[in-house]
C-alpha cells in the first residue's frame, strides 16, 4: 500500500555471485511485469558491492541472460561498485547525527555475548555508550530502538519489527571497510527514485531496517511487495540448488512459463511461438494479486 505520488519506478538489483538462476528469474520476472502492467519504469541496478563474493564475468552473464530472455530496462545499468562515494557521505552524515556509531567487536565476541535472532547474532549494544578505552573501532552500527517498525507489504500484508530486539544494532560500514548491503540498498533506491521494489522475500526481514535508514536519511519509503522464496518438498530453501540450477540462456521460454507457474499465474492456453509473442501475453494477463502470499513455496522444476 503507497500513497507516493511520484510516477512507478522499479529496479530489479541481482548481486553477481554466479549466474542468473531460478529465484532470482523469478524476482526478475515479477519486478519487471508489475512495473511494466502499470506503465512504470524498471531500471537495472548490478549488486557489486562485496568483491570477495563476486564471480568474475557474472554481471555480464546476468545482464546477457536477461537480454536474452527479453526484458528491457530503462537507463544504463548502475554499478554499485561505482557508488561509494554516495555510500561514503551517507555513513558520514548518520555518524555526524550521532545515529550511528564506531564499534570495536569482532564477529566472535559478538557471537559469544549476543543472543541468536533469525538473521545472525543480535548486537548485544556493546560499543553503544563509546568505544570501550583501549580498542579500536571496527565497524560503523546503527543506534535502533525498541520500537517497532512496520509495514504493509502488497504481497505477504502486515509486517511489524522491533529492530533492536529482533536484529540489534546494525552494520553499515564492515570491519574489512566495505558498506554493508543495507546502507547501499537505501542510498541507491533514493538516488534512483524507485518508488515500487518486487524481490524475494528473504529479504523480508530487512525491510524494517531499510525503512529506518530512511527515515534517518530523510528518504521517501518505497512500497514493498515480497514474492515467496523457492523451496523443495520438506521446505528447505533451494539457494544452493538454485545456484546450480542456472536458466538456460537458449531456452528462454520454459524457464519463463515455470517462472510463471510458480507465481501462480495462469499460463498461455497455447505455447508462445516467439519470446515476443510470450511478452505481449504476459503484458496482458499478469496480475501481481494472484502471486500466494507466503514467505516461501515449494517447486518441482519440470512440474
Ligand atoms: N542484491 C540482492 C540479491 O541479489 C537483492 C537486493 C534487493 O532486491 O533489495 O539478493
Redesign the pocket.
Known amino acids: 500500500m503507497t500513497t507516493d505520488p511520484r510516477p512507478y519506478r522499479g529496479?530489479?538489483?541481482?548481486?553477481p555471485?554466479g549466474a542468473l538462476h531460478f529465484g532470482?528469474l523469478v524476482?526478475a520476472v515479477a519486478s519487471y511485469l508489475d512495473a511494466r502492467t502499470r506503465q512504470g519504469q524498471w531500471l537495472m541496478?548490478m549488486?557489486d558491492l562485496d568483491p570477495p563474493r563476486e564471480v568474475p564475468g557474472a554481471a555480464d552473464n546476468i545482464l546477457r541472460t536477461l537480454e536474452a530472455f527479453g526484458f528491457e530496462w530503462d537507463g544504463p545499468v548502475v554499478y554499485q561498485s561505482q557508488r561509494q562515494e554516495a555510500y561514503r557521505q551517507a555513513a558520514q552524515q548518520l555518524l555526524e547525527q550521532a545515529h550511528a556509531y564506531e564499534c570495536a567487536c569482532s564477529r566472535r565476541e559478538i557471537t559469544l555475548a549476543g543472543r541468536m535472532g533469525e538473521e545472525g547474532p543480535i548486537y548485544p549494544g556493546t560499543c553503544r555508550p563509546g568505544l570501550p578505552a583501549g580498542r579500536q573501532p571496527r565497524s560503523l552500527r546503527i543506534r535502533t530502538h525498541a520500537g517497532v517498525i512496520g509495514f504493509h507489504d502488497r504481497i505477504q500484508g502486515p509486517v511489524r519489527q522491533s529492530i533492536e530486539k529482533e536484529t540489534g544494532d546494525f552494520v553499515i560500514r564492515r570491519a574489512d571497510g566495505l558498506f554493508a548491503?543495507q546502507l547501499a540498498?537505501v542510498v541507491d533506491?533514493a538516488w534512483q527514485g524507485i518508488t515500487h521494489?518486487v524481490?524475494?522475500a528473504?529479504?523480508i526481514l530487512?525491510t524494517p531496517r531499510?525503512l529506518y535508514l530512511q527515515s534517518l536519511l530523510g528518504y521517501p519509503s518505497p512500497g514493498y511487495a515480497h514474492l515467496p522464496v523457492v523451496v523443495d518438498d520438506a521446505g528447505n530453501k533451494l539457494s544452493k540448488q538454485a545456484k546450480s540450477m542456472p536458466v538456460d540462456i537458449r531456452r528462454p521460454l520454459p524457464a519463463l512459463r515455470a517462472a510463471f507457474l510458480f507465481l501462480h499465474q495462469a499460463p498461455p492456453e497455447e505455447e508462445p511461438a516467439s519470446l515476443d509473442e510470450f511478452w505481449q501475453w504476459a503484458l496482458e494477463n499478469w496480475d501481481t494479486g494472484r502471486i500466494p502470499g507466503r514467505r516461501t513455496a515449494p517447486f518441482r522444476p519440470g512440474g
Open positions: 529496479r530489479f538489483a541481482p548481486s555471485t532470482s524476482a541496478r549488486e548491503y540498498v533506491d521494489i524481490r524475494g528473504d529479504l530487512s531499510q
